[in-house]
């Protein structure tokens, strides 16, 4: 366990920890990361790893930022911390007097246009998800509330926090297909859509009650519901430049609200998995659309985005390639769960080397709809090292697994 003696702090700025608790408290235990927010500054986590080396011999120490120091075989360990002001801290342990100086994580840019943007969209009831079927949910109030514990920092922690609520409903649905749907490598504002496979995706939905004739289902798409293909079609021709300025709001925000929450220990979650494809009517062969490097992004945007999955591993999903996500990755904390959504493939993502916390990984299910929904996520945007890819079978199902590195940050 660790503690903060004293703090000093000459510009005054405001500080809170992302736990809700007072700047004081006895903080740790094995593996427990905690985020001190400084505003206008930046973040410091403070990562516990008693009794939790992840190798070697067991000892006891904390990590500020990566600035280590070892507190064996102390139960307790008490810190004075500075912040100049500056965007930097020195940290001095109280029983030695050894200090140790870095750098505060940068706080993320949220556009003042995106939260006004996403408010209309929830005065309109397009967020959050409406009357979601099956999870308990949030209140508007429990959201705010939330927000304020975890984005104290910003007059849009509400925003921040009903991004991060409504992906954990069905509207994370809206958020996929309007972005590996996209053709990235075609210089054009917007970027062009790949219309017919977005309609294709929201007309054969069939599961439980989302599907097209559910008003909230097709609500959340900005239609109504429809009798046909052809109906989504016309539907979705109308609406499409407004749905992906609305995706592209929430994904910013997203990406915002993910970078400001507490980081994960790798004691904690030693791995990450995610089973994919995660959307059920959608097939191995849009595995590889989901990131960057996908040639099909080139166009022509009359060609679908859909690729062959062997072509994919074949090509730029091989051992030592660099793929990026263009939408929001979720995982969990086990290969059973990851079992249960996979429709052919499950990944496996192992923590950047030399970090003790997954710097680009965040824990949202203190913010879900569903509080036993285990969900890490990471931004659009993300890179990864492929380590492996191999075909094997689990408890006699045959899977194509994924070895992923994550990125340091």
Known sequence: MWQFQTIRNPSEASLWFSDGLPIGTWRGGKGVSSRLIVDGEGFLDVTDFQNGFPSGPVMDFVDFNGADFDYTPNPTASFDLYLPGDGSFTVTAVATGVNQSGQLKPLPVIAAADAAYLDTMIAGKYVPYQNIPDAPGKSF????????????????????????????????????????????????????????????????????????????????????????????????????????????????????????????????????FSGQMDIYQLGMEHFGIEFLQCPLNAGPDTLPLQIDFDVAIADYIQPGDTITTKMVWSFGSSMAEAMQYQNGIVLIANPPEGAWVWDAASYITPLSDDPSKIEYTFAPGTSFVVQSVEQTQNNGVDVWVITLLAPSA
């Open 141 to 272: 109030a429990q959201i705010a509330s939330l927000g304020a514990q975890f984005f104290p920092f910003t007059p849009y922690s509400f925003q921040l926090a009903m991004s991060i609520y409504d992906w954990t409903t069905a509207s994370f649905t809206r958020m996929v297909l309007m972005k590996i749907f996209e053709y990235t490598g075609i210089a054009q504002t917007p970027l062009p859509l790949d219309q017919g496979s977005i309609a294709n995706a929201i007309w054969e939905s069939n599961w439980n009650t989302y599907n097209p004739s559910d008003p909230d289902y097709m609500h959340s798409f900005i239609m109504t519901p429809a009798s046909s293909l052809a109906d989504v079609q016309s539907q979705l021709a109308a609406v499409a430049t407004q749905l992906q300025q609305f995706s592209d709001v929430e994904n910013r925000l997203l990406a915002a609200a993910y970078q400001s929450m507490p980081r994960t220990s790798i004691v904690d979650q030693p791995q990450l």
